[in-house]
């Protein structure tokens, strides 16, 4: 099966500016995630989706970030404006559904540099 | 709320020699614990996970990890490790009851050394 898609692979912006991340989730995963992983430390979860629904976003600056699943498939994180701190690899992770027993996939990330 | 504590920043080891990379959690109530692997420039990908049952847990590429709950540890072993084993590996955790919300740990550098 493919497994999590994200794009772009790699972002430099400058601070103040916008981005955006794209994830297509595996195929008939109910659930989506969106982590967020600060060099040195491991990753933070920023949002979950149950389909186009958010289940957990407390973790989630939403002055400056948002994020949304349309059509309960891929999703879409920006970041608007960007700050120094925001620089860190954005992680998109899927499962078939939210529970224990559903093992969570990860894409390859995003990483971003805000200088 | 749950935290996860890696002792240990980076591991060097030599190929073929045995290697534990250390993992404490702390929460209130019952947990679940997972060990994740990402190679570089990879997404992380499940080593092994403790639901229930016998306390240690085999995952895959020969690592097992055993759950300590009067010590609340996790720790990961492997007995002989190869090069392809060099990658940063996470401790996670999450409360039984409610919806799946992992708690990395900060992460262990394995380095193995020919």
């Known amino acids: 099966e493919a497994g999590v898609a994200q794009s772009p692979r790699y972002k430099i912006i400058e601070k103040r500016q916008s981005v955006a991340f794209w994830c297509n989730p595996i195929?008939?995963?109910?659930?989506l995630y969106w982590y967020q992983q600060i060099l040195g430390q491991g990753p933070k979860l920023l949002i979950q989706?149950?389909?186009?629904?958010?289940?957990?976003d407390s973790q989630l600056p939403k002055d400056r970030f948002s994020a949304e699943r349309l059509k309960g498939v891929d999703s879409t994180l920006k970041i608007q404006p960007a700050k120094l701190e925001d620089s860190a690899v954005y992680l998109c992770?899927?499962?078939?559904?939210?529970?224990?027993?559903?093992?969570?996939?990860f894409g390859n990330g995003t990483r971003l540099t805000v200088t | 709320a749950q935290s996860v504590t890696q002792l240990d920043s980076q591991v060097p080891v030599f190929e073929e020699a045995p290697v534990e990379l250390r993992c404490n959690y702390s929460?209130?109530?019952?947990?679940?614990l997972f060990w994740y692997v990402q190679y570089p420039n990879q997404g992380l990908q499940l080593l092994l996970k403790?639901?229930?049952?016998?306390?240690l847990v085999k995952g895959i590429n020969g690592f097992e990890a055993e759950f300590n709950k009067s010590q609340t540890s996790f720790h990961l072993r492997k007995p002989s490790v190869h090069i392809s084993d060099t990658a940063e590996y996470f401790c996670?955790?999450?409360?039984?009851?409610?919806?799946?919300?992992?708690?990395f740990g900060q992460g262990t550098r394995l380095t193995i050394n020919p």
């Open positions: 403790y639901l229930s049952g016998s306390t």
């Open positions: 989706f149950q389909n186009n629904g958010v289940v957990d």
């Open positions: 195929s008939g995963h109910a659930t």
């Open positions: 996670a955790v999450t409360k039984i009851q409610g919806a799946q919300k992992l708690v």
């Open positions: 929460s209130s109530v019952s947990v679940y």
């Open positions: 992770a899927s499962s078939l559904e939210g529970d224990i027993h559903s093992p969570l996939h």
